[in-house]
């Protein structure tokens, strides 16, 4: 085969707790991350020039190196130059539906389905796991993008235990357009602000003295009770990420205001805002009263659900 399409599905958090500071400058956490409908489509391509391309139909996604699936091409090359040099270069087309810097691991989840192609396309043969350990390297939420489903991840977010596949749970994510919100800025301001409530343990580890628990939420989620889910969604970055972007606290009591949400969050880092339905006849009903509620042409709204999996092939060629 000489091309393969792949879907990459974006993720939410359901649940983030910053449990403490790290020497290599990132956060130990606790997160349940999930899968949703929302996705890019992903065309990789074997090229007779040894180089690569990439492509995007949205303007503001680079095609250099500062994308991270052109990234991933090339530590594909760099770790296997053997296949490089036996099949050539890749070009790479992204069809992004989702929200750019969103929290929605939009770029991770391109680069999980670069992996994931450029394995197919040189017959790798690779794993799962190795895939998710090559993904590590490239960020935090990659790892995950490669498994997809509902999954507890630690570390600095790339180490998973699968939790039992969620359904039926309906979602409104809602994103200012223009408005972006930095990772590492939002992780930067939150050690600032708030690191003091670290404290050392006998190993030495930054552990947090005033812990959320996520016992609760994985309780409920292994129970697959969407209300119980919805009432313990929890994510440690909102404390930075709400005083500092106004409109993400106002799209967070928007949606807590209306009758039918379970639940309401800030995704990742933000800037969107998720709220979760028992069905998708509420979800759109939702969507509806919140572009009413709020008359502004740079909101986005999409209506999506929960899904059980990561990068999946749709075709090839
Ligand atoms: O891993 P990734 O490149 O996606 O992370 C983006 C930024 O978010 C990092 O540069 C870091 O500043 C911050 N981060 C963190 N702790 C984590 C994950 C991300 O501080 N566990």
Not at 69 to 76: I, K, V, W
Not at 198 to 210: P, T
Request: one cysteine or more; proline letters at 4%; charged letters at 20%.
């Amino acid at each position: 085969m000489r091309s393969y399409s792949l879907i990459a599905p974006a993720k939410i958090n359901l649940y983030l707790e910053i449990i403490g500071d790290r020497p290599d400058g990132y956060h130990e956490l606790a997160m349940i991350l999930q899968s949703i409908g929302l996705a890019d489509q992903i065309d990789v391509h074997s090229i007779s020039t040894d180089s690569i391309r990439v492509h995007c139909n949205h303007p503001q996604v680079p095609t250099d190196k500062s994308n991270l699936a052109y990234r991933a091409a090339e530590l594909m090359v760099r770790q296997f130059p053997e296949a490089f040099a036996k099949y050539g270069g890749v070009e790479i087309t992204v069809n992004k539906q989702i929200p750019v810097a969103a929290g929605l691991a939009g770029g991770s989840t391109n680069a999980a389905a670069v992996l994931v192609g450029i394995d197919l396309l040189w017959k790798l043969g690779l794993t799962q796991s190795e895939l998710e350990d090559l993904g590590g390297t490239l960020g935090s939420d990659v790892p995950f993008c490669v498994a997809g489903g509902t999954a507890i991840a630690t570390g600095r977010g790339e180490q998973l235990s699968p939790l039992p596949s969620l359904d039926n749970i309906y979602i409104v994510l809602a994103k200012y357009r223009s408005l972006e919100v930095s990772t590492a800025w939002a992780y930067k301001t939150y050690r600032e602000q708030f690191g003091h409530s670290y404290i050392r343990d006998s190993d030495n580890l930054a552990v947090r003295a005033n812990a959320v628990h996520s016992g609760a939420i994985v309780k409920a989620v292994v129970n697959k009770d969407a209300g119980e889910i919805a009432q313990k969604l929890h994510n440690d970055l909102e404390r930075v990420v709400l005083p500092a972007y106004p409109q993400v606290l106002q799209l967070r009591e928007v949606f807590a205001n209306q009758e039918g949400v379970l639940g309401t969050m800030m995704s990742g880092s933000g800037p969107t805002v998720f709220a979760l339905f028992e069905s998708q006849q509420q979800a759109e009903q939702i969507k509806l009263q919140v572009r009413e509620a709020i008359i502004d042409e740079d909101l986005e709204l999409f209506v999506t659900r929960i899904i059980t999996h990561g990068i999946k092939v749709v075709s090839s060629v």
